[in-house]
T-cell receptor, first 116, second 116 residues
Framework: NAGVTQTPKFQVLKTGQSMTLQCAQD?????MYWYRQDPGMGLRLIYY???????DKGEVPNGYNVSRLNKREFSLRLESAAPSQTSVYFC???????????????FGSGTRLTVV | QQQVKQSPQSLIVQKGGIPIINCAYE??????FPWYQQFPGKGPALLIA?????SEKKEGRFTISFNKSAKQFSLHIMDSQPGDSATYFC???????????????FGKGTHLIIQP
């Protein structure tokens, strides 16, 4: 099925460890996003990529880096994990059709990360 | 950061009741207002959306009411069912100048429980 695929689904890290969250979409969308979701905080944008070759900071970028590897893939890296980064991470993609009747994001199913 | 304010944070309704979730926005340039539904362990999924040139949109049991002058919009769920229990997010975007790079601005979410 077409959509956004995230790996892994679950991860436990020790403080200071590094890891990369992977995201791939097969809808030929130009834009991709990384969000984190915490109780009572909603969806907070970490980084986004408006198109292949570009990335920009969102609301909460500290402690993260991203790579837009190609049009399909957008990865999120935690260089030195901290307990404050315990969260559920969502990748999303979108395409803006300015005169379309519909516009929205397609989200992946999330990565639940625990840093101990 | 442009805001979309969503209320209530949580809501409990008896089966068959009509839960109402409200959102208010500040940016008058927003011209597309989607709602997302998120079940536990899943990513948010587009539920219904409205443009400001109409005051109401219905899709099945879900209705969006839109008040352009008050800069408010709301989601109503008719004949609510336990299967509607989920977290609901409102969002807004300017489809002409936004999307892509700026993307959607999300409310903080409403955790809805429909009791049998």
């Amino acid at each position: 099925n077409a959509g956004v695929t995230q790996t892994p689904k679950f991860q436990v890290l020790k403080t200071g460890q590094s890891m990369t969250l992977q995201c791939a979409q097969d809808m030929n969308h130009n834009s991709m996003y990384w969000y984190r979701q915490d109780p009572g905080m909603g969806l907070r944008l970490i980084y986004y990529s408006a198109s292949e070759g570009t990335t920009d900071k969102g609301e909460v970028p500290n402690g993260y880096n991203v790579s837009r590897l190609n049009k399909r893939e957008f990865s999120l890296r935690l260089e030195s994990a901290a307990p404050s980064q315990t969260s559920v991470y969502f990748c999303a993609s979108s395409e803006l059709y300015r005169w379309a009747a519909h516009y929205g994001y397609t989200f992946g199913s999330g990565t639940r990360l625990t840093v101990v | 950061q442009q805001q979309v304010k969503q209320s209530p944070q949580s809501l409990i309704v008896q089966k068959g009741g009509i839960p109402i979730i409200n959102c208010a926005y500040e940016n008058t340039a927003f011209d597309y207002f989607p709602w997302y539904q998120q079940f536990p362990g899943k990513g948010p999924a587009l539920l219904i959306a409205i443009r400001p040139d109409v005051s109401e949109k219905k899709e099945g049991r879900f209705t969006i009411s839109f008040n352009k002058s008050a800069k408010q919009f709301s989601l109503h769920i008719m004949d609510s069912q336990p299967g509607d229990s989920a977290t609901y997010f409102c969002a807004a975007v300017n489809m002409y100048s936004g999307g892509g790079a700026d993307g959607l601005t999300f409310g903080k979410g409403t955790h809805l429980i429909i009791q049998p």
